[in-house]
T-cell receptor, first 112, second 110 residues
């Protein structure tokens, strides 16, 4: 009964490929997020959705496209992967904005 | 944007010792959270503490919002406390997003 889950946990792919990461939460939350953690462990917001509507797009290249089919899911699709996209991607959710956020286990993406 | 600074950047403790981690932030906040990222990379919620004091076992946290800082206390440290501790804030006047500090890397030795 994992609260916030992500698949896959590890993703190794070549430059130029397209890949997706899926996120699901069973907490009944209405706000979901994607964060990126770089090789120096720095965590930064990428996107947030509230009730399936995009509310934050933090100057992320348009090769990254989030999609929220319903309030419990927020997927991240990445086109034309580059070496610099290698990172750990975390999904999170909260009940409303400005409330406690709960994080998934992360997806480690390696682009070769 | 808001600045979030954590200190110290690195900390080595012997098992059983106590420590205090600090988080300073440069603007008013709606939300402040402390996380522990364990050696397996998992982000574990420790406290949701925009103001006041909370305790959970050997850990406690205090946020003084008017002075823009928060403290995380770890008492009787154990090797399982090792990892990186992050402070993250959600500041007033923007849509919700956590801005993370650069973390404190803690190593607890036997």
């Amino acid at each position: 009964d994992t609260a916030v889950s992500q698949t896959p946990k590890y993703l190794v792919t070549q430059m130029g490929n397209d890949k997706s990461i899926k996120c699901e939460q069973n907490l009944g939350h209405d706000t979901m997020y994607w964060y990126k953690q770089d090789s120096k462990k720095f965590l930064k917001i990428m996107f947030s959705y509230n009730n399936k509507e995009l509310i934050i797009n933090e100057t992320v290249p348009n090769r990254f496209s989030p999609k929220s089919p319903d309030k419990a899911h927020l997927n991240l699709h990445i086109n034309s992967l580059e070496l610099g996209d290698s990172a750990v991607y975390f999904c999170a959710s909260s009940q409303g904005e400005f409330y406690e956020q709960y994080f998934g286990p992360g997806t480690r993406l390696t682009v070769t | 944007g808001i600045q979030v600074e954590q200190s110290p950047p690195d900390l080595i403790l012997q098992e059983g010792a106590n420590s205090t981690l600090r988080c300073n932030f440069s603007d008013s906040v709606n939300n402040l959270q402390w996380f522990h990222q364990n050696p397996w990379g998992q982000l574990i919620n420790l406290f949701y503490i925009p103001s006041g004091t909370k305790q959970n076992g050997r850990l406690s946290a205090t946020t003084v919002a008017t002075e823009r800082y928060s403290l995380l206390y770890i008492s009787s440290s154990q090797t399982t406390d090792s990892g990186v501790y992050f402070c993250a804030v959600d500041y007033t006047g923007t849509a919700s997003k956590l801005t993370f500090g650069t973390g404190t890397r803690l190593q607890v030795t036997l």
